[in-house]
């Protein structure tokens, strides 16, 4: 079945500093979706990748999604103690006919004031 | 406008036990699934109804069911429990069924078996 890998596991950086993760399926992606879970919260969506190559900005926020559509990133520039959480990403795929998301094992980002 | 609700907030249930986990959607969103969330890990799918239907199910045995209800609320259930069933259980409601529809969680339940 579809797997979704994500790294690294743990993240921890001084405040001002750039944070990364990664993604990595082993299948080809219909679409990829970011979540952010803060601690003893529930996921929370911040966005959808649709199209091959694709780069989206929130803020300090910047999201890519490979040409291959098999693997994506999230970088936030100049972290924030607001930025602490575990950030998901989830893919769907395979040509199904409902929303099943594929979670990735979460990075969880500390950030050190 | 309320979010996804799920009740109740927490539970501890013993290994053999039956346990009933219920679900609200977002006003105006038909479908509904259910994913356990393992401490340290990502959630994973369980189920998704849409317009009482199952449309989908994931890799988890039959002592979990659910079902979907005219107001599109839902309920899940776990028969015979066993401790490692010990998770957050998170109910998240969509506008469809389909990919490409982002998913809202609610804040879950968490199940403690003893």
């Known amino acids: 079945g579809q797997q979704v890998m994500q790294i690294p596991q743990y993240q921890h950086v001084q405040e001002g500093e750039d944070f990364t993760t990664y993604c990595n399926s082993s299948?080809?992606?219909?679409?990829i979706q970011w979540y952010k879970q803060r601690p003893g919260g529930h996921p929370v969506f911040l966005i959808q990748?649709?199209?091959?190559?694709e780069v989206k900005k929130q803020k300090r926020l910047t999201f890519q999604f490979g040409e291959a559509k098999k693997n994506s990133s999230l970088h936030i520039t100049a972290t924030q103690t607001t930025d602490v959480g575990t950030y998901f990403c989830?893919?769907?795929?395979?040509?199904?006919?409902?929303?099943?998301?594929?979670f990735g094992q979460g990075t969880i980002l500390t950030v050190h004031p | 406008d309320a979010g996804v609700t799920q009740s109740p907030t927490h539970l501890i249930k013993t290994r053999g036990q039956h346990v009933t986990l219920r679900c609200s959607p977002i006003s105006g969103h038909k479908s509904v699934s259910w994913y356990q969330q393992v401490l340290g890990q990502g959630p994973q799918f369980i189920f998704q109804?849409?317009?009482?239907?199952?449309?989908g199910r994931g890799n988890f045995p039959d002592r979990f069911s659910a079902r979907q209800f005219p107001n599109y609320s839902s309920e899940l259930n776990v028969n015979a429990l066993l401790l490692g069933d010990s998770a957050l259980y998170l109910c998240a409601s969509s506008l469809g069924p389909g990919e490409y529809q982002p998913q809202h969680f609610g804040d879950g339940t968490r199940l403690s078996i003893l």
């Open positions: 989830a893919g769907q795929g395979g040509g199904t006919s409902y929303g099943k998301l594929t």
């Open positions: 299948t080809t992606l219909s679409n």
């Open positions: 109804y849409y317009e009482k239907e199952e449309r």
């Open positions: 990748l649709v199209k091959s190559g």
